[in-house]
């Protein structure tokens, strides 16, 4: 029988000589316990396919399981059963693979969010008197049309301190601490790959975890196709994926992510796909160009509840598969394949895959019934999360929306007693809402008629996400018992021999690493 996790194909004399290289700091930041019992992976190569369900990755491989994915399963445990952060937005969604934490343990709810004690940026006429929307996407770019986000972040658009008056980074924002820092203090090198120069939040609250951080701004069009928004086409999203592939590749080679500087193989690293949430979303999709794709490539989304994909989505997965297949492909003609643990998950999954459930509320449904006025800030998707001037006045705004429940299409309303028994009191946090709308499944409070999906809710759509764990070393398996996406980060430190309690969000929220890879 194969070693359960990795690694019988780390031979002995690598491990020595891994460990022969070591500096007393590294031999200090590695768990004892893990490291006298359990042998250890080199790298790990962590990838999120933003959207894709755990029924999508069954059905790919159940219809082609000659695709990278299937061969991953075959070396490998799945977790058909995985279930991605609440609320599913992309950063709670991220931070809590690679914190192992929820917004408990990380303060932040989403990439669009509130908080009672900070400032407002300089962009949204300064002041000193605190409370803010904290937003922090393409908009905080210097020139968010351009791919380098025109150099930076720019610190006028970004939340102040109140104390100090300085802009708050999104790797300040986070108060919990990340794998990649781990890493880092153990002198591993890191790399990693995202959409919105936002995502420097990785580097976690030190601002050091990531040595090789390549994040290209999705809101900006490909140079070649400048009238063509890159989400508003499937083909323009795996173009944009492919720069971040590339990267991988090149990182892979032992360069850093551009090709030209030889650093050797990170330790850590990975990148997020974009192209299947893409195609689950668009309600109207277009060529690279801008032009029409044949008629059956227009609409994006599923056919039915059983999450047959449509031929757009169809296209994005095949796509979003290849370039899997060139990583594992790199890796084994670089002799890496069986020292390397691949982990393949989402940050969130989409909502709703059956298209007979969807309905598109207006973004005013909420505000209108609460009250203009009491909203402070209204974060909507297919979920409402609601930060109110006056608290004292929660109550009166839950009895509003109970009166309307079916007007407003509310499945479950988390106020008080019922929100504090999952999150933290909103009275003395200054970030977490006073309320949470959560709609009926497939309800999208939006203004958009461009879009067939959306993410962000507590649903079952949601937040089923694909969970794979591949390296030659295991034995294939199936676990439908659920886990969580946030057992992730204790797991990749595990298997690098670090210790898994150095994170603070799995000490805080006692996050137990993955079954099934220890021989359980």
Known sequence: MKNPITLVAIAVTALASSLALASADDLDNRNPAIGDHEPRVQHVLLLSVDGMHALDFANLVKTNPASALGQLSRQGVTYTHAFAMRPSDSFPGLLAIVTGG????????????????????????GGSTPGTNVLYDESIDINPDARDGG??????????????????????????????????????????????????????????????????????????????????????????????????????AGYDHTGTNRVGVPALFGMNF????????????????????????????????????????????????????????????????????????????????????????????????????????????????????????????????????????????????????????????????????????????????????????FDFDDTNVVLVLSNPGLDPRTIKTPVQTMQIAPTILASLGLDPQSLKAVRKEAVQRLPGLSGE
Request: hydrophobic share 40%.
């Open 274 to 457: 974009q192209a299947v949430s893409v195609g689950q979303k668009l309600k109207t999709n277009v060529l690279r160009d801008g032009s029409t794709p044949p008629p059956d490539m227009v609409t994006g989304g599923y056919i039915d509840g059983q999450g047959v994909p449509q031929p757009a989505l169809a296209e994005a997965i095949a796509h979003t598969d290849a370039s899997i297949g060139q990583m594992v492909a790199a890796l084994r003609a670089h002799g890496l394949l069986e020292s390397t643990l691949i982990i393949v998950t989402a940050k969130h999954g989409q909502s709703p895959i059956d298209p007979r459930k969807l309905v598109l509320a207006g973004e005013s449904t909420i505000p209108d019934i609460v009250g203009p006025s009491l909203i402070a800030q209204a974060t909507q998707d297919d979920i409402a999360l609601l930060w109110l001037t006056d608290q004292s006045q929660t109550d009166a705004a839950v009895a509003l929306l109970e009166a309307n429940l079916a007007a407003a299409h509310i499945d479950t309303i988390f106020a008080g007693l019922s929100l504090r028994l999952q999150f933290p009191n909103p009275l003395s946090d200054s970030r977490t809402p006073d309320i949470i709308v959560q709609p009926v499944a497939g309800v999208i409070y939006t203004d958009s008629t461009k879009k067939i999906a959306e993410h962000g809710g």
């Open 102 to 125: 929820s917004p408990i343990s990380t303060g932040v709810w989403y990439d669009n969010s509130y908080d009672r004690a900070l400032l407002p940026p300089i962009t949204f006429g």
């Open 151 to 252: 150099g930076g972040i720019n610190p006028d658009a970004l939340p102040r301190d109140p104390v100090t008056g300085a802009p708050v980074y999104p790797h300040q924002f986070l108060k919990a601490d990340t794998i990649f820092e781990v890493a880092h203090r153990a002198h591993l090198r890191t790399a990693w790959s995202d959409k919105h120069l936002a995502y420097e939040l990785v580097q976690g609250p030190s601002g050091q975890g990531v040595d090789d951080l390549f994040d290209p701004e999705i809101a900006a069009p490909n140079p070649a196709y400048p009238d063509v928004g890159t989400t508003s086409s499937v083909q323009a999203t795996e173009d944009y994926d492919d720069t971040k592939v590339t990267a991988i590749l090149n990182e892979i």
